[in-house]
């Protein structure tokens, strides 16, 4: 059999709309972040782009999806030849027999991935493949000279493979890991510096406004198998972010320990995995010191434990209209207005006057209260009730025993006058 690589059509037709599809594809960055130090060493012994190697990768594996790629660490498709010796695999792909009947196909099977890489490019330096000799003589940054130059070599048959390279290349800037061999710092691509915030010693970053999970696991390097393990409520990478919401960076923790508070009030439309994400702390933890089971909400206005042993008795579990997102259609259902008729002989009711209550002048008149009562409503927060009554919120924290900036909707709170 002919020592060469051959590229799928059945990897072409699948991988060809996501490679040319707008933005980041998530499978790629998990590929590149992976694989990107495999190709820098690579670049360094055998003078291949690492640009070029890592979207060969992608583009020949499917990202290390294909069934070589899995079964056999084989990630470039290279066939057995005479000269092979090692373990195989065997596949249906362009191989035909004197009948011109498609044949199982020899492939290798490599014992790790970095085999495979090291076979690429031990097949591109081969003696006996004289027509790949060109490319060496290319500037090692030269990647649109390379994606070229394999396709006037032979290497593939789609006349599209520079494109195809190209694409991937500039797209995820990989011709950035280009610079690694003369001593260059290698830049994520991509990637701004990221801003690393803390919560119960758990770091965290800010989802940009219609961020996908994907595209945050690319900028802070963490795989989005990883952020989905890290943050409850997330399911993959291609989950779009609201703006603002919070990603942890590692997996939260069994105890709120970095603030004094010991409990949380639940406010409306709150959940668990909001109240594990606004404190780091479990869900699972979280669950279990406040006996609840899985996918149980707490009432507005419930305790949440959030340190400590378990609470004696769960919390009261809430109405569904107590709960974000679950709420009827209609806010005013309630308000009813429907158009009753009246009967048609209404029987009118006998009218007894009220006997006239004597009022004695004598009887003790109620003093004002020194303080007004104020009934937490939603959307209100300290800050916002102090300025209404012209006061500090430390001044409103103290007329009422408080000792954290948390109210919750129907709280009663003294106000001097």
């Known amino acids: ?38 190709a820098i060493r690579e670049m360094e012994r055998a003078s291949i782009p690492a640009s070029i190697t890592l979207a060969q ?29 090692g373990a195989t695999i065997y596949k249906k792909d362009d191989d035909r027999n004197a009948f011109g009947e498609i044949v199982l196909s020899c492939f290798r099977k490599y014992d790790s991935v970095e085999e495979s890489y090291v076979a690429h490019s031990d097949f591109l330096h081969h003696p006996n493949k004289p027509w790949y000799k060109p490319l060496f003589e290319l500037d090692i940054t030269d990647y649109k000279g390379w ?28 011709f950035k890991y280009d610079g ?32 996908r999970l994907g595209t945050v696991a690319f900028r802070t390097g963490i795989s989005a198998r990883q952020l989905v393990k890290y943050n ?46 606004m404190y780091a702390v479990s869900l699972f933890w979280l669950n279990f010191k406040n006996r609840l089971k899985e996918g149980q909400q707490p009432a507005v206005g419930e305790k949440i434990k959030l340190r400590g042993n378990r609470v004696a ?30 009967a048609v002989n209404p029987i009118k009711p006998e009218v007894v006057p009220l006997p006239v209550r004597n ?37 409103l924290k103290r007329m009422n025993n408080l000792t954290g900036n948390i109210i919750s909707i129907g709280q009663e709170l003294k106000i001097d006058q």
């Open 57 to 85: 990768g992608i583009l020949e594996s499917g990202a290390g999806t294909s069934w070589l790629a899995v079964e056999g660490n084989n990630h470039f498709g290279i066939k057995c030849g005479s000269d092979w010796f």
């Open 313 to 342: 008795e769960a919390p009261i579990l809430a109405n569904k209209k107590d709960i974000a997102g679950l709420e009827a259609d209609n806010p005013d259902e309630d308000l009813i207005d429907w158009e009753i008729a009246p």
């Open 232 to 277: 409850d409520g997330l399911e993959d990478g291609n989950q779009i972010l609201e703006a603002g919401q919070i990603i942890y960076l590692k997996h939260k923790k069994w105890n709120n320990m970095d603030t004094e508070s010991e409990y949380h009030i639940v406010l409306h439309g709150e959940t668990m995995v909001d109240i594990s994400q």
């Open 1 to 38: 059999m002919c020592n060469r690589i051959v590229l799928s059509t059945v990897v072409f037709m699948l991988f060809i709309g996501s490679i040319f599809a707008k933005g980041p594809n998530q499978a790629h960055l998990d590929y590149i972040f992976k694989y990107k130090d495999l």
């Open 147 to 174: 994606a070229q130059g394999l396709l006037d070599a032979g290497y593939a048959t789609n006349p599209k493979y520079p494109e195809l390279l190209i694409g991937l290349i500039e797209r995820y800037e990989l």
């Open 180 to 211: 690694a061999v003369s001593g260059k710092p290698v830049l994520t691509p991509e990637r701004e510096e990221e801003i690393v915030l803390y919560t119960n010693r758990v770091p965290y970053t800010i989802a940009k406004a219609g961020e």
């Open 359 to 395: 009022m004695d002048p004598e009887e003790p008149v109620a003093q004002p209260l020194p303080y007004v009562i104020y009934v937490v409503k939603k959307g209100d927060t300290l800050w916002r009730i102090s300025q209404k009554y012209n006061i500090t919120v430390e001044e």
